[in-house]
């Protein structure tokens, strides 16, 4: 699988968040994700993106590049709930609308789950999945379970 490159444009860089925003956000191409303001720009125009959606894009981007189990991104996005895996499709195919063309970013992986394709900035590399903590102890990354 070939990875598409991720570059931040100029539009991008000049319309990052603040520096006292602790650093709690994604770039890629042209889109720009405030995790704290739980907002989602794309050459500083906001875009509309659900809740649910916007979950999901988080735990993809604070994977860095790894597939996510489909158990995990429920964990994350549906803490105390339980859901149909039909329901993680909906907000797959939602995510992917709101991205437009960089919506191919969003890749399954049959049977494993879910990876976003490139290497977004991150303000704070402590954003990384690795230090998430998931209490019911189900794996985060599909190559631990």
Not at 50 to 69: C, K, P, T, Y
Request: glycine letters at 10%.
């Amino acid at each position: 699988m070939s990875e598409m490159p991720v570059t931040v444009l100029p539009s991008a860089h000049h319309r990052l968040p603040r520096r006292d925003d602790g650093g709690a956000w994604f770039a890629f191409g042209e889109f720009v994700v405030n995790v704290r303001a739980r907002t989602l720009e794309r050459a500083g125009q906001p875009i509309a993106i659900g809740d649910r959606a916007f979950d999901l894009l988080i735990v993809l981007l604070r994977a860095q590049g790894e597939i996510v189990s489909k158990a995990g991104i429920v964990k994350y996005v549906w803490p105390s709930t339980f859901v149909e895996e039909a329901n993680l499709r909906v907000q797959v195919a939602l995510l992917r609308k709101a991205l437009g063309d960089a919506g191919a970013r969003v890749k399954c992986v049959i049977g494993r789950g879910y990876l976003f394709v490139g290497d977004p900035d991150a303000g704070d590399r402590s954003l990384a999945a690795a230090r998430f903590d998931f209490d019911a102890g189900l794996p985060l990354f599909a190559r631990n379970a």
